[in-house]
């Protein structure tokens, strides 16, 4: 069992930053592939990025390549994504996830966080 708690959105102005942090628990992190994925309204959930447990290789979806960058500390069993140049279609509740296998889609991780919200105004 692997319990997520998402920390770091919040409110940023387009072209901005943030860092999103996501916390696990458990002995076993670094077995975990983890995934971000994002949620608009009335949108379905989306991959955004993710990450293999050695960290070696990560995957983007085309929309934030090039402006968000995931990585993870496997020592404080954390996983981050590291969100510039900002837009308004970026706004959305980001969700981390843990899975075993490699997946950029949702139906491929086995544990969610509780999401937390990414405002961005223009």
């Known amino acids: 069992q692997v319990q997520l708690v998402e920390s770091g959105g919040g409110l940023v102005q387009a072209g901005g930053s943030l860092r999103l942090s996501c916390a696990a628990s458990g002995r076993t992190f670094s077995g975990y592939v983890m995934g971000w994925f994002r949620q608009a309204p009335g949108k379905e959930r989306e991959f955004v990025a993710a990450i293999t447990g050695s960290g070696i290789t990560t995957r983007y979806a085309d929309s934030v390549k090039g402006r968000f960058g995931i990585s993870r500390d496997n020592a404080k069993n954390t996983v981050f994504l590291q969100m510039n140049s900002l837009k308004t279609e970026d706004a959305a509740v980001y969700y981390c996830?843990?899975?075993?296998?490699?997946?950029?889609?949702?139906?491929?991780?086995?544990?969610w966080g509780q999401g937390t919200q990414v405002t961005v105004s223009s």
């Open positions: 996830a843990a899975g075993i296998m490699w997946s950029i889609s949702s139906s491929g991780y086995n544990y």
